[in-house]
């Protein structure tokens, strides 16, 4: 049944298409395998290649040149084989022989002739057999032997016959296909060799020449038969009767004759099926220009109905009686107007039989026009489509749907590309259980003032979209639908937005809101205040570059404020060049954001900081040239995909290193990678992909240079020591202190020194790391550590330079919170980290821990402080983690460090 649908049901119109278009298949050279499964399509093969791996289960070898299949019998495990589109004159006999599990086989498109039991005797367990296009000729009773058959397909072959067999066999077999071949007259014992198959139901006679049909031709299948295709069959007015009467009695419940030349339906034309319970009838693409009335009085069990592409001129009160459960009518492009011919008359109470239909499309149909009555009599409608059509309709008044006040159900109507320029107040008063309008594409042209929605009391999404930017909006043009979930506004506004209050301050319960393609320049930071369930914005293609500017009058424009809870972010082709430090603060669920075709360069270090949760970021077509973690890192940690091409990447260490690393290392699908990252400097790089760039290139190479000074000249090595004595002799002092304790050992007990420290740790950090210290390191003085902070334990009075030494010296440990903004501390780098050094030689104590918040060189840490991680223990050298979940093992190695000794080992 489901496949008959996919056959038979047009996707019903609520309406939008899409359309597909093939593509042409280059030749390949060789064949790709994905799991179990092998494509040598489109590579010119004689015979199948031997060279697959063996366990194979699907294999596609279809647009060749093989002339048989003997190269199968390599690949026992195959359940699937495509060999279409080549020169097959036979399916060997052997083939399910030494296929046993083959459950698929398609060769249509091939030259297949004579077919005989022997050839199929093996192919016990096949499902689906595909043989159209060739040249069948049946020898006996080739299909007997297949048992499990389910699918048959024999279209195309010039058979003259729909007799496959003389004796019951293919008792699985569920549908038949029989289509394009030259069968002009259905046989009384047509369909006997299916009298044994329970399952079947769908039979497919498309594009048949078809004069005659038999009395009793249905009579072997007609209690199993479910779904009928006729489809571009020239049938007469009276083959179509005699057809119908053959059908009576029949278990038909879905019948499609599209395109069949059916010109004109008497009242006599289906009267066979009203001894049947269909409940699907397809007549599109008849170009019918006259319904008889009472033509549809014999299918009291429709359901669906289509009447697409046919040339109505006149619907009238009684052209659809008879179809009171009739629950979908399709009616797209059925009434349409030519040059020379007036609009199509629908009279009133058309409809009025169709008490139970809840889906009516007329999309793209032409009428005179919305009269008074034309939808009255339906109750249950709950989806009108009126997009497309042409009526004339211009102004939308409070009466224009009054016969739509007796459908209390509808919730759905669609008024795309009407022609209409204008909204009365009350337009849409009589729909009170509307929850969808669609005004797309229309030339609406006024100011909203708010009337023009009142009493849309259950409405949830209004489009507006693409209506020429001829709409402006006022403080109240929302204010009767609070109610309001979706809200598309792109290409259709004019004037500013720079209001007070918000024209979407009522919308409390919006969750989409699309205003791109509107040119807007002007807009305040109190835009969306109140907006705190919205998921979805779309500002794309405005002009929004000089909110976000630094040199903007009054500062910045924080716009985005109130909408942290958006998941979806579109500000693409609106000239920024800049995001503000907290533009982006606390958009923690944030999942997709996309600023592409901007002029991004230089980005603050923690502008992406908050988004957590990002896994969509687009950034194609900026400015940027570098690309490092200090602003990548956090969204570049969970992101599922990433777009950034087309922007001139500067590949030197300093800006494309890490990215360089990420990019070859990631999980996540980088698409136009490598060929669409290019590098635009320096030199050696440009035009080359990112991915050439050669991180080796970026090592220290410092300490290979002062090995050729020294094995080169003694004089070098007599400079270089005594500036190493001169301006690293505490270094030198320090690591002597550490041998000797280590060759010596201490002579200080360490029972003793250890009761003597009134705190576990003193803190070393920047003021602007103090938030950090309180949040992750203090909580930890609830287990009963102790730490000294300056600003909080100094005693008053005390210079600066007393209380560090007296409690640097009274603390067991000495913590560094090592980020770029210590190593720029004058205190930390001129006496802190030096006295913290000093006593540590003088105790011969291993005291320090370091705990990296941000990447810092060992170069930067040598420089500013005069540390290296080797000097200390691995277990005191700490990172901050990027990923919350793992910041419990981070406490836990702290808590290790504080409880280690200081005694050197």
């Known amino acids: 049944m489901e496949q008959m649908k996919l056959i038979l049901l047009p996707l019903f119109c609520m ?15 060789t064949c790709t395998t994905e799991n179990d499964k092998a494509d040598c399509s489109h590579m010119n093969l004689d015979v199948v290649p031997t060279n697959l791996p063996k366990n194979i289960t699907t294999l596609d070898v279809s647009h060749n040149r093989l002339k048989n299949l003997s190269s199968l019998l390599l690949y026992s495990n195959l359940v699937n084989v495509d060999a279409s589109y080549n020169s097959l004159t036979a399916i060997e006999k052997d083939l399910c022989l030494s296929l046993p599990h083959l459950q698929i086989l398609n060769v249509q498109h091939n030259e297949v002739y004579l077919m005989s039991e022997k050839d199929l005797k093996n192919c016990c367990y096949l499902t689906q057999l595909d043989l159209s296009y060739n040249r069948l000729k049946l020898q006996g009773e080739p299909f007997s032997v297949l048992k499990s058959l389910t699918w048959l397909d024999v279209s195309k072959n010039k058979l003259k016959s729909a007799k496959l067999g003389i004796q019951a066999q293919l008792p699985n077999l569920v549908t038949l296909v029989l289509s394009g071949n030259e069968i002009s007259v259905l046989q009384k014992n047509d369909f006997s060799f299916l009298s044994n198959s329970s399952a079947f139901r769908v039979l497919i006679l498309s594009s048949l020449p078809l004069k005659k049909v038999e009395n009793g031709c249905f009579q072997a299948i007609a209690s199993r038969l479910s779904d009928l295709v006729l489809d571009q069959s020239k049938l007469t007015p009276q083959f179509t009767s ?56 014999w299918f009291s069990r429709l359901t669906f109905l289509s009447l697409e592409h046919n040339s109505f001129r006149h619907l009238t009160k009684d052209t659809f009686s008879g179809l009171r459960n009739l629950r979908q009518l399709n009616l797209r492009k059925a009434l349409i107007k030519s040059h020379s011919s007036s609009l199509p008359i629908i009279e009133d109470f058309s409809f009025h039989h169709l008490v139970q239909l809840e889906h009516l499309c007329m999309e793209n149909t032409a009428f005179r026009g919305i009269t008074e009555h034309i939808f009255s009599g339906l109750l249950h409608l709950k989806t009108l489509d009126l997009s497309w059509s042409i009526t004339g309709l211009k102004t939308v008044t409070n009466i224009t749907f009054a016969s739509l006040q007796e459908s209390p159900l509808l919730e759905t109507l669609n008024l795309t590309a009407m022609g209409i320029n204008r909204l009365g107040p009350g337009a849409f008063s009589i729909l009170g259980n509307l929850t969808t309008l669609l005004l797309g594409r229309n030339f609406i042209n006024q100011q909203l003032k708010g009337v023009e929605l009142e009493g849309l009391t259950s409405i949830k999404e209004i489009d507006m979209s693409i209506n020429q930017q001829s709409i402006s909006l006022t403080n109240t043009s929302f204010i009767h639908v609070p109610w309001l979930r979706i809200l598309k506004l792109g290409r259709a506004l004019k004037g500013t937005l720079d209001m007070e209050p918000s024209p979407f301050r009522p919308l409390v319960n919006l969750t989409v809101l699309d205003l791109s393609n509107n040119n807007i320049a002007n807009i305040n930071d109190g835009m969306l205040k109140g907006l705190h369930h919205l998921k979805v914005l779309k500002m794309q293609h405005n002009n929004l ?44 669920e944030l999942r997709e954001l996309s600023l592409r075709g901007n002029l991004l360069d230089q980005l603050h270090a923690s502008v992406f900081n908050d988004l957590q949760s990002l896994k969509y970021l687009h950034l194609q077509k900026n400015l940027i040239t570098s690309v490092q973690r200090a602003i990548f890192g956090v969204p570049l940690s969970n992101l ?24 070859n290392s990631t999980n996540a699908s980088v698409p136009g990678f490598p060929q669409s990252y290019i590098c635009n400097t320096p030199n050696a790089y440009f035009n080359r992909s990112v991915m050439k760039f050669d991180p080796l290139s970026c090592k220290d190479m410092t300490p290979f240079k002062a090995l050729y000074i020294l094995s080169s000249t003694a004089v070098l090595m007599l400079l270089f020591t005594a500036f190493l004595v001169h301006f690293q002799g505490w270094r030198i002092q320090f690591f002597w202190s550490i041998m000797v304790n280590r060759m010596l050992g201490s002579m200080k007990d360490e029972s003793v020194t250890e009761g003597r420290y009134a705190y576990d740790a003193y803190i070393i950090h920047t003021a602007k790391d103090r938030p950090w210290v309180e949040r992750s390191l203090l909580p930890l003085e609830d287990e009963k550590f102790t730490f000294f902070l300056e600003d909080r334990d100094a005693t008053p009075g005390f210079s600066q330079l007393d209380t560090i030494i007296d409690n640097m010296g009274q603390s067991r440990k000495i913590i560094f919170v090592i980020t770029e903004m210590l ?32 990447d810092v060189t060992d170069y930067n840490l040598n420089r500013s402080l005069h540390l290296r991680r080797g000097m200390l223990k691995p277990c005191c050298v700490l990172y901050w983690p990027l990923h919350r979940e793992r910041i419990p093992a981070f406490h836990q190695k702290l808590r290790s460090a504080l409880a280690s000794t200081n005694k050197v080992n």
């Not at 309406?15 to 050279?29: I, V």
């Not at 119908?244 to 499609?256: I, K």
């Not at 501390?825 to 540590?840: G, M, Y």
Request: net charge negative; glycine share 4%; charged share 20%.
């Open 640 to 663: 599922t995909e990433l777009y950034m091409d087309h922007n001139p990447f500067d590949c030197t260490c300093e800006s494309i290193l890490w990215f360089s690393e990420w990019l």
């Open 242 to 297: 005699n057809l119908c009467e053959e059908l009576a009695g029949t278990a038909l419940r879905n019948l499609s004759l599209k395109n069949t030349l059916q010109v004109t339906l008497l009242n006599t034309t289906f009267q066979g099926l009203d001894k049947t319970n269909i409940t699907v009838l397809d007549l599109s693409y008849n170009t019918m220009s006259k319904i008889a009335e009472g033509a549809f009085q």
């Open 15 to 29: 309406c939008f298409h899409a359309h597909c278009a093939g593509s042409a298949y280059p030749h390949k050279s």
């Open 545 to 588: 570059a000089r909110l976000w500017k630094t040199a903007n009058p009054g500062g910045p424009v924080f716009f985005l404020k109130d909408a942290t809870k958006l998941t979806f972010l579109a500000l693409d082709y609106n000239g920024l060049d800049e995001i503000p430090l907290d533009a982006l603060r606390g958009f923690s």
């Open 823 to 854: 190593l720029k501390d004058p205190w930390c780098r001129q006496f802190k980290a030096h006295h913290a050094l000093h006593q540590v030689m003088e105790d011969n104590r291993d005291s320090l821990i370091l705990i990296f918040l941000q």
